[in-house]
Each structure stands twice: as C-alpha cells, then as structure tokens.
C-alpha cells in the first residue's frame, strides 16, 4: 500500500506537470492542501523530498519560492501516474483552473510597445509580483511587426528568460 507521503509526492508531480509555469509555495500549498488527509507539514516534507531528489527544482524569489516539475519528475509521474485514482486527478485538474490561474500568485508577465519621437518602436516587458517589479526590460524592436511579436511572446517565455538573465548575473 502506498505511505500518505508518496501519495503527496505523486500529487505534487502531477500538479506541476499540469501546470505551465512555476508555481509559488502558497498556490501549490493551498492546491495540495484542498485534497482530503494531507497537512501542511506532511506536504512541506514531500516538496523538500521532491526537491532534494531532484524530481522538482526550487527558485527563491523575494518573498516566495517557485517550483517547477524536471524532466526527471516528468519521466517518473508518467511512470507512477495510475497510482493516483481518476477521482482525484479531475479534482485536481478542477483546482489548478480555480486556484492556479495566471495571477494565483501574484505573478504577471506585461508587455507593451510604443513608437518612439524618433519614430522607432520599443517594448517594455515585465515580471511583477504583487505589482513590485522583478525584471522590467525596454528594448528598440526593429519594426512595429516585431514589437507587436515581443509582446505576444513575452508572457509565455518571461520566466524562462528571467532564469537565464539571474543565472548569468548570479
């Protein structure tokens, strides 16, 4: 029989694979913690197990951690998925649409652009959390075409250009 602690660990996994960003300590608490059984120290036990295993990576912000599953937790959920019953899984899938939403925690990813006097375009993107300011980037877009294609890129690639400017500044 499987321990209450693996059931965590394999809900973990699977609620950051369904996800499509990292997600904060607090959304994914509170996503685990709706589920029958589970507390709150049990399920800190299991992110860490998760994170020291390497199935999930851990990223500190200011104010939160984020969490994201590897390609290693990946490979292991489809593994063990059917350990999880179907009944709990569409609960899940439920509650990553109410409570795991775009701005769940706070995080949002704006980017606008504008012509410039010089009649260049720029486009400012952002991360923010809770309206403080990660990263905000301007930079000159060689056509209103591009600038426009920045802006609908943005959000979908911001957290993983984000990692890859603090890795190289870090």
């Excluded at 500190?60 to 984020?66: A, E, I, V």
């Excluded at 179907?86 to 775009?102: F, I, V, Y």
Aim: with cysteine.
């Amino acid at each position: 029989m499987q321990s209450k602690l693996s059931r965590d660990k394999l809900i973990i996994l699977y609620v950051l694979d369904l996800a499509d960003r990292e997600l904060s300590n607090s959304v994914l608490s509170e996503l685990i913690l709706e589920m029958d059984d589970t507390n709150y120290f049990r399920l800190q036990e299991a992110i860490n197990g998760l994170v020291d295993s390497g199935l999930i990576s851990m990223r500190q912000t200011p104010g939160t951690s984020l969490y994201k599953i590897t390609r290693e937790g990946a490979r292991t959920l489809t593994y063990l998925k059917e350990e999880i019953n179907q009944e709990t899984l569409e609960h899940l899938s439920e509650l990553m649409g109410e409570k795991a939403g775009p701005d769940a925690d706070g995080l949002s990813s704006p980017a606008e652009y504008y012509k410039t006097p010089g009649g260049s375009y720029e486009v400012r993107c952002r991360i923010a959390q809770n309206n403080i300011s990660l990263i905000d980037l301007t930079m000159r877009a060689p056509s209103e075409e591009a600038a426009e294609a920045i802006c609908l890129n943005w959000p979908g690639k911001s957290q993983k250009i984000f990692e890859t400017i603090m890795e190289e500044l870090i």
